[in-house]
């Protein structure tokens, strides 16, 4: 919604599945294995924003966002280097093993974007977004995302 310049902005997104696929040959009791591993990884976010948008002229618009984040991360880690190298006594995995992680955290998050009003109603956005995030005890950092999209507005 917007009120002159003033905006406020409920959005959600959902980032696609990332995989990251690794082998290693080893040597293992003298004959070559090859230990295989997959990360995969997904984002879910729902936000609420607040801010300052301008008209450029035209059909375009500019505006400038903050606002808080409530962000779901899954990622799972999949190996079979235990049936690989593992010997009894040791319990040996009859197939390879997934280890899942999900993290959930509400953090602040800040959003500029630009939007081409096709109709009166539908507009299309881009933009970039940032905001911290923050994994479990492993993995800390901000998040950097462009994004494109189509926007409903109810001016």
């Known amino acids: 919604a917007r009120i002159q310049h003033w905006v406020v902005r409920g959005e959600a997104l ?10 290693l040959t080893l040597s293992v009791r003298e004959q070559p294995t090859t230990i ?8 879910r976010e729902i936000a609420v924003l607040g801010g ?17 984040a409530v ?22 995995p009859p197939a390879g093993v997934t280890t899942t992680l999900v993290d959930r955290f509400t953090v602040w998050t800040a959003e500029a ?3 081409i009003r096709a109709t009166r109603r539908v507009g299309i956005v881009g933009g970039v977004r940032v905001h911290p ?3 479990a005890d492993d ?8 994004f494109a999209g189509l926007v409903w507005q109810f001016k």
């Not at 696609?16 to 082998?23: A, D, L, N, P």
């Not at 993995?139 to 462009?146: D, E, P, V």
Request: charged share 20%; net charge neutral; hydrophobic share 35%.
């Open 139 to 146: 993995l800390s950092g901000r998040s950097l995302r462009t």
């Open 14 to 23: 959902r980032d696609e599945t990332i995989r990251s696929t690794q082998s």
């Open 71 to 92: 962000v779901t991360v899954h990622r799972a880690f999949t190996t079979d280097a235990g049936q690989m190298v593992l010997i009894p006594p040791s319990t040996v």
């Open 113 to 115: 974007n630009a939007t």
């Open 133 to 135: 995030i923050s994994l």
């Open 52 to 68: 300052y948008a301008r008209d450029l002229g035209g059909r375009v618009e500019a505006a400038f966002l903050g606002g808080i």
């Open 36 to 43: 295989t591993s997959e990360l995969s990884h997904d984002l």
